[in-house]
């Protein structure tokens, strides 16, 4: 299983650099704008606004993330890895492991790159800011896994009549609800709704690992 989530890293370690690339010249290019034709107090903000940079990264890792579940359907890699020596279920749970790496490594970076430019600004570099970033994260990663959960509900679709399909179904809808709540509700705690937000993703990651090991044929 570890080692499925190894060589994937490895595979798709161009992808994740050439969206922190994009991600990073994006943002730099939307502060020379700011910069050049900005008013005078648009220009005294732009060292704060620079400050937010590790979220473009975090964001260009989701980016990453998704371009490797498409790649892993249209390549049919995973009925490849199906021929290996290993169960089923390490499949499945590699399958949902692998973007989350992509997101996690794109998390570190941005923790360090916060670290330093607090560190530039002269504030610590422990600040309530990486919680927000690891909320932030934890947030973008449901999404990933939601995706991944979609994609085992329609394989569900195909071998099942509706109604057949109506819990999964239901129990996304549930999970997303639930998410939803966390990301507008009015809650001070971000630690407290950081961890909502991980137990929903565990959640889906679980769900779309029980739906991938009862599928019956993987030839879509």
């Known amino acids: 299983m570890w080692r ?18 994009f991600g990073a010249g994006i943002f730099a290019a939307v502060l020379a704008i700011i910069a050049v034709v900005g ?35 249209s390549e049919n890699r995973v009925r490849m890895h199906l ?52 909320f932030i994260a934890v947030q973008l990663l449901f999404w990933v896994q939601a995706a ?3 994609r085992e509900i329609i394989e569900l679709r195909h071998r099942v009549r509706w109604r057949g399909a109506l819990p999964p179904k239901a129990l ?13 509700g009015s809650w001070d705690s971000v630690p407290i709704r950081a961890a909502g937000a991980a137990a929903l993703v565990v959640l889906v ?8 090991v009862r599928r019956t044929q993987f030839t879509r």
């Not at 107090?41 to 060292?47: C, T, V």
Request: charge should be positive; charged fraction near 10%.
């Open 4 to 21: 499925l989530v190894r060589e994937g890293v490895r595979f798709y370690r161009p992808v994740l650099l050439i969206s922190w690339a």
């Open 172 to 184: 996304l809808v549930t999970a997303v609800a639930l998410m939803a709540l966390i990301q507008l």
């Open 205 to 212: 990651m679980a769900f779309t690992v029980v739906l991938f």
């Open 148 to 150: 991944l959960a979609v």
């Open 83 to 134: 021929m290996l020596p290993a169960s089923i279920g390490k499949i499945a749970v590699a399958r949902v492991l692998l973007p989350t790496a992509l997101l996690l490594i794109g998390l570190a970076v941005s923790h360090v790159l916060f670290a330093v430019l607090l560190a530039l600004q002269g504030e610590p570099a422990l600040s309530p800011r990486h919680g927000n970033v690891d």
């Open 39 to 73: 008013s005078a107090q648009d220009r005294s903000e732009i060292l704060k606004v620079g400050g937010q940079v590790p979220l473009p990264i975090l964001i260009a890792s989701v980016v990453a993330a998704f371009i490797a579940i498409g790649t892993e359907r």
